[in-house]
């Protein structure tokens, strides 16, 4: 009696392991970005939740990029012109804008756009 062999042939193999070291140099590229951005989260929520009565932009740039210190985010990632203020009514809204590129492999790069904004409480003086 002839048994019939089953299971993925060294070719097979070898094409199914190409593929899953592509995606995962593909992860290990992305996932620091993404984990920087979660920190860029919890720091403008750090900033919204301790007030803004009667502070500047500049005011707020400053706490923000000293708090996105202590979330290991790298000094060249936000730059001060990505953090703005938005007005509308009598709500202000902290909102950071960048653009994070990310070299892949000879010359293919990833372009990361990352949008986050918070309202503030209080008003928040020119």
Same mark, same amino acid.
């Given at each position: 009696?002839?048994?019939?062999?089953?299971? %993925?042939?060294? *070719? +097979?193999? @070898?094409?199914? $392991? !190409?593929?899953?070291?592509?995606?995962? =140099? @593909?992860? @290990?590229?992305? !996932?620091?970005?993404?984990?920087? =951005?979660?920190?860029?989260?919890?720091? @403008?929520?750090?900033?919204?939740?301790? +007030?803004?009565?009667?502070?500047?932009?500049?005011? $707020?740039?400053?706490?923000? *990029?000293?708090?996105? #210190?202590?979330?290991?985010?790298?000094?060249?990632? %936000?730059?001060?012109?990505? %953090?703005?203020?938005?007005?509308? #009514?009598?709500?202000?809204? $902290?909102? !950071?804008?960048? #653009?994070?590129? %990310?070299? =892949?492999?000879?010359? *293919? #790069? =990833?372009? $990361?756009?990352?949008?986050?904004?918070?309202?503030?409480?209080?008003? !928040?003086? +020119?």
């Amino acid at each position: 009696m002839k048994s019939k062999q089953t299971g %993925i042939t060294l *070719i +097979g193999f @070898m094409f199914v $392991l !190409v593929v899953a070291s592509f995606f995962g =140099f @593909m992860a @290990m590229k992305l !996932v620091p970005a993404y984990v920087e =951005f979660m920190g860029v989260n919890k720091a @403008m929520n750090q900033v919204a939740s301790g +007030g803004a009565e009667g502070r500047s932009l500049d005011s $707020l740039r400053r706490d923000l *990029i000293y708090k996105l #210190d202590f979330q290991y985010v790298a000094d060249a990632t %936000i730059k001060p012109k990505d %953090i703005t203020l938005k007005r509308a #009514d009598n709500a202000a809204e $902290l909102m !950071v804008s960048y #653009d994070k590129r %990310i070299p =892949f492999m000879y010359n *293919i #790069d =990833f372009l $990361l756009h990352f949008e986050k904004s918070v309202a503030l409480q209080g008003n !928040v003086s +020119g």
